[in-house]
């Protein structure tokens, strides 16, 4: 019987970084449609390599899907996402990047204080309308029982 001698972090982390993923893991994990994970791949987010007819998704795909959904949970946009993230993984000089990212991150916030104060005002409009309705019904006389006659 031989046994293999453990394996140390780098390789532990060579090894995870190898594991290649189906569309339907990948899917099921984040809880996609492959349909959504296809769309991810002609905005330009993934770029899976083929195996025969089928996909076949790194770890650098998973951890792009990861960030996709993290981003629009976020609310930008998948083209703000897609140059975030390929920012990320540019070699390039990260306060640059850095600052760019602060950048998006400042105008959605702006965008989002914007629609937080319209929503505000919208629903201190609701609550007029819903006054005024109350006040009205309060004074209309009971309609008549149709059973009594």
């Known amino acids: 019987m031989s046994q293999t001698a453990p394996q140390t972090a780098p390789e532990a982390a060579a090894a995870r970084e190898a594991r290649l993923f189906t569309i339907t ?8 449609t492959p349909r959504a994970i ?7 987010l993934l770029t899976p390599a083929r195996d025969g007819r089928n996909r076949v998704y790194t770890q650098r795909d998973r951890t792009r899907i990861k960030l996709t959904l993290r981003g629009k949970r976020l609310g930008l946009s998948l083209q703000e996402i897609k140059q975030l993230v390929d920012m990320y993984e540019s070699p390039d000089d990260t306060k640059q ?6 950048v998006v991150l400042r105008q959605h916030r702006q965008q989002m204080q914007q629609q937080l104060e319209d929503l505000q005002v919208t629903l201190a409009e609701i609550a007029q309308h819903e006054e005024r309705c109350l006040r009205t019904l309060a004074g209309c006389a009971p309609e008549p029982d149709a059973d009594t006659d």
Request: glycine residues 4%; without cysteine; hydrophobic residues 50%.
């Open 25 to 32: 893991e990948l899917a099921a994990e984040f809880d996609l």
């Open 38 to 44: 296809r769309f991810y791949e002609d905005v330009g």
């Open 97 to 102: 990047q850095l600052e760019a990212f602060l």
